[in-house]
């Protein structure tokens, strides 16, 4: 196989990364789409990149490109399963993905996190969506009062304002700003069962209705993020 696509650093983070269940992967499913588009921009084939990551095919590659796709609000919170509660699994990304409004997709996506949807109750949302003409609002609706209880969680979305602490959040993969980001909010929050992701323009902060008090306050707490994370990173 040729080599010229992708560094052999690279192909290594994607054998570390797909089709493997052994300890912590190496790249989100964003990232290794983002290596397929490399890897495609510098004149690669869909084979080569299923064969760089060992996958059966190029369903598995489209897959992740279609992913990819999605706003980027959305693309944060894409992890290969449901890792935690801030998290959206990569199977449930391709059913939302299956939205062709972007809007329609970022309502979906935070309903997944609020409601704690499963795959299959968002799959049942995107077909009542598509069959039957009602708003993305409505299908959500529909497929919750199939729920015999419904839980909900709060999301807060805020911006990375600082340029320097997004130059250096881009240079890692998102295990690391996951990380930074679960250790700050734990001070944020203290004692408080909160959890998040970070990308190098924004952050997610999920949590139950003991955080409602310091979200309402959205902009001091996007300050207050902010802050901390200069410091952590030294910027």
């Keep these: 196989m040729s080599s010229e696509y992708l560094t052999a650093e690279e192909r290594r983070d994607l054998l570390l990364s797909v089709g493997t269940h052994k300890g912590l992967r190496r790249l989100s499913p964003i990232e290794v789409a983002d290596l397929f588009r490399k890897a495609i921009a510098g004149g690669a084939s869909l084979n080569y990149c299923a064969e760089a990551a060992r996958l059966d095919g190029t369903t598995w590659v489209?897959?992740?490109?279609?992913?990819?796709?999605l706003?980027?609000?959305v693309r944060l919170l894409v992890d290969w399963g449901k890792t935690d509660e801030a998290s959206i699994g990569f199977t449930t990304a391709t059913e939302i993905a299956r939205l062709k409004v972007p809007a329609d997709q970022e309502k979906l996506?935070?309903?997944?996190?609020?409601?704690?949807?499963?795959?299959?109750?968002?799959?049942q949302i995107v077909q009542l969506k598509t069959r039957s003409g009602r708003t993305v609002e409505e299908a959500i609706s529909d497929g919750l009062k199939m729920r015999p209880e419904i839980t909900v969680r709060?999301?807060?979305?805020?911006?990375?304002?600082?340029?320097?602490?997004?130059?250096?959040l881009s240079a890692m993969v998102q295990t690391e700003r996951n990380s930074i980001l679960i250790s700050l909010l734990a001070r944020v929050f203290p004692?408080?069962?909160v959890t998040g992701r970070l990308a190098?323009?924004?952050?997610?902060?999920v949590g139950g209705m003991e955080i409602v008090g310091r979200i309402r306050n959205s902009d001091e707490l996007e300050d207050d993020v902010n802050r901390r994370l200069e410091a952590d990173l030294h910027v």
């Design 109 to 123: 996506a935070r309903a997944t996190i609020a409601y704690r949807l499963s795959s299959a109750e968002v799959r």
């Design 62 to 69: 489209r897959r992740f490109l279609r992913v990819s796709d």
């Design 191 to 193: 004692g408080l069962p």
């Design 71 to 73: 706003p980027p609000g």
């Design 200 to 205: 190098p323009d924004r952050f997610t902060i």
């Design 154 to 168: 709060h999301v807060f979305i805020g911006a990375i304002t600082n340029p320097a602490s997004r130059a250096r």
